[in-house]
């Protein structure tokens, strides 16, 4: 077996500096997401980088450059891993995306409250804001006139970009629009805004929108320290008001790649009845060797989750997202070690996943993804 990746020094401020400004041309030229932080999450992270002594904890790892970012690849990856573009419909939008029969991704922005490092979607992304900000109104016309007489399509997803940073008036057009298309049943917004920005949900006209047009709300917590007393104040607010509450998060090295980490945000989330959907697998997109973890590990932390936490903890699905749709280990047709290469098969189709490979594996250290704690867990 290859030895693991090195990493000598932990790194500094100083160090951490000097990658923020390299990261600057190197996302312009690997057409990766600028860093963007907001105020809420950098005080987060200011604390987390006072008590560990370095930038290597897992708040900060998620929005800022890693050294790896700069100096690892994995081979085969690719710019659009689940193949987004080969899913819109409608010739001139890159809002609209139909993959599944029964249900459409909309993305009205491009626009989050914060850039995460690991985003799955920043080739796109990155094509949108290019072309500056999304025109709602004509991609809510195209997307009604797409979705008129499909009436198989039972949920409209909203995505992004985040929603949850549109104005209310931009959300509202886009609700009520489609709450008023008789077989849209279930509508969804996927966001991550309430870890980076919980202001925005300090309107009460946008709760009481969201709570009458019946949405659910999927929030992206990956860490449990993401989760403060003023983001557990908008939770309880917006389950008072009736609105379902849901989470799913990628499985990240160094953020959460560890059995105690998934335990703890699972519980937490649990005590504020926000249900846990799926897990998931990192996708080989460009420069994402500093988050992914190989699969046999990731299938270790599924078996240690089953064996050491109780059934509304370890229910949880682990996926990975293909061009084929999601696909999971019951799913595995063959497993190439020596290739690295693993084929899941689906509805009778097969797609190859390059998994990550082992030699770079350096697993993230539970007693810094969990620094806060008095007694961290062993590794
Ligand atoms: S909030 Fe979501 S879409 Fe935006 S950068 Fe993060 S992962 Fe990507």
Request: proline residues 7%; hydrophobic residues 40%.
């Amino acid at each position: 077996m290859s030895a693991p990746f090195p990493r000598p020094t932990r790194i500094s401020l100083a160090e951490q500096a000097a990658l923020n400004s390299r990261y600057e041309s190197f996302a312009r030229d690997g057409r990766l997401l600028p860093i963007k932080v907001t105020a809420f999450y950098r005080a987060k992270i200011d604390a987390e980088v006072a008590a560990l002594g370095h930038t290597e904890g897992p708040l900060h790892r998620g929005v800022y450059p890693s050294r790896e970012r700069f100096s690892v690849a994995a081979g085969h990856e690719v710019a659009d891993w689940v193949d987004d573009r080969a899913n819109m419909p409608v010739t001139g939008s890159q809002t609209i995306i139909h993959k599944y029969p029964d249900r459409v991704l909309f993305m009205p922005t491009s626009v989050c409250a914060a850039h995460c490092q690991y985003c799955f979607r920043q080739d796109v992304l990155t094509d949108q804001h290019g072309e500056g900000r999304t025109d709602v109104q004509r991609e809510l016309a195209a997307l009604t006139r797409y979705l008129d007489g499909k009436r198989g399509v039972s949920e409209v997803i909203l995505s992004g970009g985040d929603p949850m940073t549109l104005p209310l008036r931009d959300l509202s057009l886009i609700l009520r629009t489609l709450r008023e298309i008789p077989q849209i049943r279930s509508l969804r917004i996927h966001s991550r805004t309430l870890a980076f920005a919980p202001k925005v949900f300090a309107d009460p006209a946008k709760v009481a929108l969201l709570a009458e047009t019946g949405v659910r709300l999927v929030l992206h917590f990956i860490h449990p320290y993401e989760i403060c007393g003023e983001v557990e104040a908008v939770l309880r607010l917006l389950r008072r008001s009736g609105i379902r509450l849901y989470n799913h998060f990628p499985l990240l090295r160094g953020i959460n790649d560890h059995v105690s980490v998934i335990a703890a945000l699972i519980e937490k989330l649990d005590e504020l009845s926000v249900r846990t959907l799926s897990i998931y697998v990192p996708e080989p997109i460009r420069h994402s060797a500093p988050y992914r973890v190989p699969l046999k590990r990731i299938f270790a932390i599924q078996d240690s989750l089953t064996q050491s936490t109780p059934s509304w903890v370890n229910a949880i699905r682990f996926t990975l997202d293909s061009p084929l749709g999601k696909v999971r280990r019951e799913q595995i047709s063959k497993w190439d070690e020596a290739r690295g290469l693993v084929t899941f098969r689906r509805e009778g189709r097969e797609i190859v996943y390059p998994d990550f490979p082992a030699a770079l594996d350096v697993p993230g250290d539970p007693s810094i993804m969990l620094w806060k704690e008095a007694t961290p867990a062993a590794p």
